[in-house]
């Protein structure tokens, strides 16, 4: 019966019916299927998902979400898809919607096996069966005889079946016919609510009010260049459009710049940053700041009070694609196929986040020799010497480190996807004396702008959804320390923090890297106060500006501030930010040729960083080195370190 099933199936031919209730049409969904119902981004909650059996506990019917990724770690209960009892004659994967849906379409998935590569679990076809009340089913039918739907070849890439007609249920079932291995799936499933059916059930979560001005899709690499064009023809002001240096493939890496002066660096004023799309298959982020370009033109424009302060005071980078290759490979696969490593990494391979050079542990080596901060500095850590020849380091992570060196950064965060948690540094794991993981000097101060970002988002504190895929490392505050949740070697934080005066915080958007276009408007909607929250936290702490006497600017000038072992540097223009909580501080400021000198800087509560300026006099070492002439060397060093 099964084989005749393949043959007619494989005979069949492809016509499509469009559902009556189908969301507008967009080009990313060219066969006009109805969006996923939301197994993958976890809108359907785990009680929505029921299986006939499992194989063991930790591959229960709520592991079948599309791209759920199993932990490496072998005794955990968090396996990589569904599997069933295979003692079991039928099986099947039912869904409830819980309301009356148009179903139109299915996806498939094999098992994610990261302990064991040489697993390969899938299923290679599969009848569907449709109830209203999950007690009667109809299988769905070609007139003649059950229609069998061909599943997947591999255990990573998705594979969509579309239903030649729309089918008006409540309940969906998947019911395997045959598979590779053993019987493993992960599921995504397409259909339209019908409208004016909802049972009782609250779907608060689509209810938004949309802004008239702004147009919710998603981008490829021309479009997106293209609306940037168009947003600095609206502000011409304000914006400015920027390369920082080319992708592999030779696409520009663009950056917008907004604010009051956005051609160049005003003294005192901070530049921050927001990127995204170092994984170019992450969409989420990049589709956030390309509205928050919008916004702030527009916002500005209309005077609004807060943005107009926010871009007078603070020269705002945004960066909406880091990795443009891997934008254009995840955008041609589309939102629902792009699976979970499409567009990942750089077009040579590399993983941008990762390859950055690995600074901690020159700095943690240099700490238990007790060498810092005395003759080790605690800040700017140099990079490698051998990093120019260094063959594996990518074209994107060499234009973001020059990029990184050549702005007046103080605070950033990069968008990620696939958790739904703001990750703050030390990304990088190494225990201490006291067999803990280490800590930034600055722990604090990271946990507040952490939080400054997740208690504004609408829902990255809701601790009853768990994360994405396993236990939530949360524990319902929405942030976590990356080195303890899933540490790595070379971060783009680790590094930024620790060669620059940028603190950088990983912001990861949700469980669905690349949703359907018809989430963005509450994405946006979840975002909009978080990000503009977290670019205010840069004018938290002190500022000021470090001058001689005469009243030139003093540029890479150390600034210390007393109990935190992080010194932050003068820019050119003599002018620094250090981002402090609350407190009252003994802060040292120390040039070389100068002597050093401290003050009691004061932050409090209210908005706004505390002015804390210096006037260092020249030293004694370099007055009479002024006046013998002399170029003694020996001088040199010990007037170097601020005798
Ligand atoms: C799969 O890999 C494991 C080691 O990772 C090995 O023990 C096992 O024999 C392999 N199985 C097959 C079928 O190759
Ligand atoms: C569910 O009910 C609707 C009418 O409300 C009907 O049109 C549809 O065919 C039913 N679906 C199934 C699978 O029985
Ligand atoms: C399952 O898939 C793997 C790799 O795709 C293949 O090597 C293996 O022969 C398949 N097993 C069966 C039973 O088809
Ligand atoms: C919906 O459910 C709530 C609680 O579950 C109940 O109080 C309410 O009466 C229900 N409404 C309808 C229309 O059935
Ligand atoms: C830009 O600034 C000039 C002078 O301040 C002003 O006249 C002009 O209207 C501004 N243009 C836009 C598009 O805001
Ligand atoms: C080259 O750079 C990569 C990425 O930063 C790093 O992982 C690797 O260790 C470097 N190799 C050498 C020899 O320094
Ligand atoms: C900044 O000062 C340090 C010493 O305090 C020195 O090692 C470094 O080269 C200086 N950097 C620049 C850009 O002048």
New binding site residues.
């Given amino acids: 019966k099964f084989r005749e099933a393949e043959e007619r199936a494989k005979k069949r031919p492809r016509v499509y019916k469009e559902p009556k209730s189908k969301a507008p049409l967009s080009p990313l969904c060219p066969l006009r299927e109805c969006p996923p119902l939301g197994l993958e981004s976890h809108k359907v909650e785990s009680d929505q998902i029921m299986a006939s059996s499992i194989s063991q506990y930790r591959y229960a019917a709520q592991r079948a979400r599309l791209n759920m990724q199993s932990s490496d770690d072998e005794d955990n209960m968090r396996g990589g898809a569904w599997c069933a009892n295979s003692e079991d004659k039928e099986h099947w994967l039912e869904i409830d919607a819980r309301q009356d849906t148009e179903f139109t379409g299915i996806i498939t998935q094999g098992r994610d096996s990261q302990e064991s590569q040489n697993e390969t679990d899938y299923v290679m076809s599969y009848f569907l069966s449709f109830s209203n009340d999950s007690r009667e089913w109809t299988n769905f039918h070609d007139g003649y005889s059950d229609w069998l739907f061909f599943g997947n070849s591999d255990k990573d890439t998705p594979v969509m079946n579309q239903l030649a007609e729309p089918v008006l249920a409540r309940y969906i079932r998947i019911i395997p016919q045959s598979w590779n291995g053993s019987l493993c799936m992960r599921a995504e499933v397409l259909g339209c609510p019908l409208p004016g059916k909802l049972l009782n059930y609250t779907q608060t979560q689509n209810e938004v009010t949309p802004v008239d001005y702004l147009k919710f899709k998603h981008h490829s690499y021309s479009d997106m260049v293209s609306l940037m064009k168009a947003v600095n023809d609206e502000c011409p002001n304000i914006t400015n459009v920027y390369s920082l240096g080319l992708s592999s493939k030779g696409l520009d890496i663009v950056a917008m710049v907004i604010s009051g002066n956005p051609t160049e660096h005003e003294i005192g004023e901070p530049e921050f940053r927001f990127t995204a799309g170092l994984h170019g298959n992450e969409a989420v982020g990049r589709e956030m700041i390309l509205l928050l370009m919008q916004y702030l033109c527009k916002e500005y424009k209309d005077r609004n009070g807060k943005v107009q302060r926010l871009v007078e005071g603070t020269r705002i980078h945004l960066v909406p694609s880091l990795n443009p290759d891997g934008q254009e490979a995840a955008f041609e696969v589309g939102s629902e196929l792009s699976s979970w490593k499409t567009g990942h990494y750089t077009e040579d391979g590399y993983d941008i986040f990762e ?4 600074l901690n542990s020159a700095l943690w080596d240099a700490q238990d020799k007790g060498m810092v901060p005395k003759l080790t500095p605690n800040h700017h850590v140099a990079t ?1 010497e ?2 120019a020849a ?1 063959t ?2 990518a074209a994107e ?1 060499r234009a973001i480190i020059s990029w990184m060196e050549s702005h007046a950064f103080v605070l950033g965060a990069n968008f990620q996807g696939g958790e739904r948690v703001v990750a703050y540094p030390f990304d990088g794991f190494r225990l201490n004396k006291a067999d803990e993981a280490r800590k930034t000097a600055d722990e604090s101060l990271f946990r507040w702008l952490a939080i400054s970002y997740a208690s504004t988002h609408l829902s990255m504190t809701n601790n009853y959804h768990g994360s994405c895929h396993g236990q939530d490392a949360a524990v319902g505050v929405g942030i976590v320390n990356r080195a303890k949740w899933k540490p790595i ?2 971060s783009m934080n680790d590094f930024s923090y620790l060669h620059t005066n940028c603190m950088e915080l990983s912001i990861f958007l949700g469980c669905d890297k690349f949703p359907h276009e018809s989430e963005l408007a509450y994405e946006w909607e979840k975002n909009k106060e978080a990000m503009l929250t977290f670019m205010e936290q840069v004018h938290r702490g002190i500022r000021g500006v470090v001058k001689d006497q005469e009243g030139t600017a003093i540029g890479n000038a150390t600034v210390s501030v007393e109990g935190v072992e992080h010194d932050v540097t003068t820019a050119p223009g003599g002018d620094y930010w250090r981002l402090l909580n609350p407190g009252e501080y003994q802060v040292t400021v120390r040039a070389e040729g100068f002597t050093s000198m401290t003050k009691l800087c004061v932050v409090g509560y209210e908005a706004g960083a505390t002015a804390c300026s210096f006037n260092l006099a020249k030293s004694n070492w370099d007055r009479i080195k002024q006046v013998t002439g002399s170029h003694d060397p020996l001088r040199q060093r010990r007037s170097s370190k601020g005798w």
Avoid: I, L, R
């Fill in positions: 390859n950055f050079p690995d490698p051998n990093m260094n594996s380091m992570t070697t070379g």
